[in-house]
């Protein structure tokens, strides 16, 4: 089954200094009927404005990854890692047993990310961060591409029965990817069918109850898909 999710749809909040729309409840947005997709607990899509961003807070017993679409997003912790993730590429965070930190905008021009929290399937492991850059992609041939698993086989690695795929596509492209749990499909930008629905940039579609899908290009689009178990 296929139901989309409109951009329109989603929980809103603006701070000024930052735009978030909510896959799920989140902070101020409280939906009893949207509070995750298994164990896919957190989707906001952020827009962070030149010089601004998230202060130091904690976390604890939660995997954490930003998608960067564009800019890019410094990230500082009580670890001790720092470093940049531009757009296209990646971040993870595993917060275990307990984390500190910032996530700050220190471009010229406004960030946009994907800020997307999973639940772990292992409590209260050693916190690690980790970045990786994935070059301008080409379009994808005949699947999306890897990003992150929790199996070892993605170039980014979290605690949790979960993989992140995504990839660009031509207009006229049909791609047929496969799924192992259920999806949560993300239209980054563009417009693409799927399962007989129009999605345009923001939209989503909850995948369930079937083992892979079809995505069909309207024009060049770029998606993410989030395959996550129960």
Known sequence: MIKPIFYTDLGHADFGWLNARHHFSFGQYYDPDRMGF?????????????????????HSNMEIITYVREGAITHKDSRGNEGKTKAGDVQVMSAGTGIQHSEHNRESEATSLYQIWIEP?????????????????????????????????????????????????????????????????LVSNGEVI????????????????QKGVQINAVVDSEVLLIDVSE
């Open 38 to 58: 298994g164990k896919l607990r957190v989707i906001n899509d952020d827009i962070i404005q030149a010089g601004t961003g998230f202060d130091t807070h904690p």
């Open 121 to 185: 399937n292992r409590q209260n492991v050693e916190p690690r961060w980790g970045a990786h850059q994935f070059p301008n992609q080409e379009p994808v041939e005949s699947k999306l591409s890897l990003l992150v698993s929790g199996d070892g086989t993605a170039p980014l690695s979290i605690y949790a029965d979960a993989k992140i795929y995504a990839g660009r596509l031509v207009k006229g492209q049909v791609i047929e990817q496969r799924i192992d749990h259920n999806g949560y499909l």
């Open 194 to 209: 799927v399962g007989g629905h129009s999605l345009s940039k923001g939209d989503a579609a909850e995948i369930t109850d």
